[in-house]
């Protein structure tokens, strides 16, 4: 399984994902963190964190994270082209993916994984 740090830069806050055999880089700009805002509907960012410090994140949020890190990232697929694709390392590594996205982001580059 690829790692979360593999061709990733992390002072950029960037995380690689490998998408249908594909690593992309994901990172969570002003404007993906807006969609990802819009996406959570009454929900916040601040609860979103919390989710995943607790382990208490659903896979709408790790879709939804990952999904604003593509895009992001440059990405031009959807929701449902994420949904349907091929992950490698599967949920789990969907999940940690997330998860360090999401840390990298808010994270002074010395501190993030």
Same mark, same amino acid.
């Not at 697929?77 to 998860?99: F, H, Q, T, V």
């Not at 990298?104 to 993030?112: G, I, T, Y």
């Given at each position: 399984?690829?790692?979360?740090?593999?061709?990733?830069?992390?002072?950029?806050?960037?995380? $690689?994902?490998?998408?249908?055999?594909?690593?992309?880089?994901?990172? @969570? $700009? @002003?404007?993906?963190?807006?969609?990802?805002?819009? %996406? @959570?509907?009454?929900?916040?960012?601040?609860?979103?964190?919390?989710?995943?410090? $607790?382990?208490?994140? %659903?896979?709408?949020?790790?879709?939804?994270?990952?999904?604003?890190?593509?895009?992001?990232?440059?990405?031009?697929?959807?929701?449902?082209?994420?949904? %349907?694709?091929?992950?490698?390392?599967?949920?789990?590594?969907?999940?940690?993916?997330?998860? $360090?996205? @999401?840390?990298?982001?808010? %994270?002074?580059?010395?501190?993030?994984?």
């Amino acid at each position: 399984m690829a790692g979360a740090t593999e061709g990733a830069n992390p002072y950029a806050g960037e995380v $690689t994902l490998v998408l249908n055999g594909q690593p992309l880089a994901l990172k @969570l $700009t @002003l404007g993906a963190l807006a969609e990802l805002e819009a %996406s @959570l509907g009454a929900d916040t960012l601040i609860a979103l964190v919390e989710r995943f410090e $607790t382990g208490a994140f %659903s896979s709408r949020d790790v879709l939804a994270l990952l999904l604003a890190g593509l895009r992001g990232g440059g990405w031009q697929g959807n929701a449902a082209d994420l949904a %349907s694709a091929d992950i490698n390392g599967g949920p789990l590594a969907a999940a940690r993916i997330a998860a $360090t996205l @999401l840390l990298r982001a808010f %994270s002074l580059p010395e501190q993030a994984p």
